[in-house]
């Protein structure tokens, strides 16, 4: 059986790069308040943290036992997008050691994203952060029919790097950094090779190939370690 080598890393954004789902939570309370839903804080981070915002409200709705429409929910959608923009525009949201992590690794080969935030949101921070020249391409909450923990992100953004960048459609040849069980469950559908880390949850609630800390300790060649099997 041949060796399968690294052929590129897919990040998660919120909870890995962003330390951003604070201000999620944040969002996601002050638009429910003005509906007259109460979200707190262990609830959001239990049960709704790994959906996209569509998907976290409706969720929402369902355990409220409440009747919006495809039309409300997306409205709800923006004007948390509202809200976030304007949380984010007071503070860095970036991870301590993400910058540095992500400017070391794209030096030895493709970088993406694959996330249930929206693309706007994604690279507004890119942006801000002058990072966005370091990844091939962005898997936004736009770009699949489903959200983690469906696979559907980790295949497109696969699929997506296959064809600009590395010519390999084979999964097992990519790695992914997730922060939560439904991310870590998305990238093993897919067949990825996963990293943890516990920026969000804890080693002991997290199942992975490989487990840190923070983004400071990875390196192309850590990484190659979990793809490069005989």
Same mark, same amino acid.
């Given at each position: 059986?041949?060796?399968?080598?690294?052929?590129?890393?897919?990040?998660?954004?919120?909870?890995?790069? !962003?330390?951003?789902?604070?201000?999620?939570?944040?969002?996601?309370?002050?638009?429910?308040?003005?509906?007259?839903?109460?979200?707190?804080?262990?609830?959001?981070?239990?049960?709704?943290?790994?959906? +996209?915002?569509?998907?976290?409200?409706?969720?929402?709705?369902?355990?409220?036992?409440?009747?919006?429409?495809?039309?409300?929910?997306?409205?709800?959608?923006?004007?948390?997008?509202?809200?976030?923009?304007?949380?984010?525009?007071?503070?860095?949201?970036?991870?301590?050691?993400?910058?540095? @992590?992500?400017?070391?690794?794209?030096?030895?080969?493709?970088?993406?994203?694959?996330?249930?935030?929206?693309?706007?949101?994604?690279?507004?921070?890119?942006?801000?952060? +002058?990072?966005?020249?370091?990844?091939?391409?962005?898997?936004?909450?736009?770009?699949?029919?489903?959200?983690?923990?469906?696979? @559907?992100?980790?295949?497109?953004?696969?699929?997506?790097?296959?064809?600009?960048?590395?010519?390999?459609?084979?999964?097992?040849?990519?790695?992914?950094?997730?922060?939560?069980?439904?991310?870590?469950?998305?990238?093993? !559908?897919?067949?990825?090779?996963?990293?943890?880390?516990?920026?969000?949850?804890?080693? !002991?609630?997290?199942?992975?190939?490989?487990?840190?800390?923070?983004? +400071?300790?990875?390196?192309?060649?850590?990484?190659?370690?979990?793809?490069?099997?005989?």
């Amino acid at each position: 059986m041949p060796c399968v080598s690294l052929r590129g890393i897919v990040f998660d954004f919120d909870g890995v790069i !962003a330390n951003s789902e604070p201000l999620h939570f944040e969002g996601y309370r002050k638009v429910l308040e003005e509906q007259g839903v109460r979200l707190s804080e262990p609830d959001y981070y239990e049960r709704y943290l790994g959906f +996209d915002d569509a998907g976290a409200f409706a969720a929402i709705a369902r355990d409220q036992s409440l009747s919006w429409s495809d039309n409300q929910v997306a409205a709800l959608v923006e004007r948390k997008a509202d809200i976030l923009e304007e949380l984010e525009s007071q503070r860095s949201v970036l991870f301590p050691g993400a910058a540095a @992590a992500i400017k070391r690794l794209a030096a030895d080969g493709p970088l993406a994203i694959a996330s249930g935030a929206l693309r706007a949101e994604i690279l507004r921070t890119l942006d801000r952060e +002058d990072l966005r020249r370091y990844f091939a391409l962005i898997v936004a909450a736009e770009d699949t029919s489903e959200s983690k923990p469906s696979p @559907a992100p980790y295949l497109r953004a696969v699929e997506r790097l296959a064809a600009v960048a590395t010519g390999s459609s084979d999964p097992a040849g990519y790695v992914a950094i997730e922060d939560s069980h439904w991310g870590l469950e998305s990238a093993r !559908a897919a067949g990825l090779k996963t990293v943890a880390v516990t920026h969000t949850y804890a080693a !002991a609630e997290l199942s992975a190939d490989l487990t840190v800390a923070n983004l +400071d300790d990875l390196t192309w060649r850590r990484l190659s370690a979990l793809t490069d099997i005989v």
